[in-house]
């Protein structure tokens, strides 16, 4: 490899310049990817998981939502369902006293 370069360096005006550009774009693509994964990793390290970014999000929006109507999703799902009317079972009506 060394006389490779060797004979590389000792052409012509051509030879070295492409010498010199190649190694300046190896260079420079092995410092472009060597930066990304360090910066990758520290943003790993730093920033929460994705989920939770998510769901705290999620949760930051319920809350504005509550403040704003004044009930929470879980009180809207149970007001329906205990107002909704339902046939007393017969067992219900069985243990009832009788009006007679």
Do not use: C
């Not at 190896?26 to 943003?43: I, K, P, T, Y």
């Amino acid at each position: 490899m060394a006389r490779w370069i060797g004979t590389l360096n000792e052409g012509s005006l051509l030879r070295r310049t492409l010498l010199y550009i190649g190694t300046f774009a190896l260079g420079s693509l092995a410092f472009v990817g060597v930066m990304s994964l360090v910066l990758v990793s520290v943003a790993k390290a730093v920033l929460p998981p994705h989920d939770a970014a998510g769901s705290a999000a999620e949760e930051t929006e319920e809350a504005e939502s509550e403040a704003a109507t004044g009930t929470s999703k879980a009180a809207l799902g149970k007001t329906s369902r205990s107002k909704r009317l339902r046939a007393p079972s017969q067992a219900e009506r069985d243990s009832a006293p009788s009006a007679d």
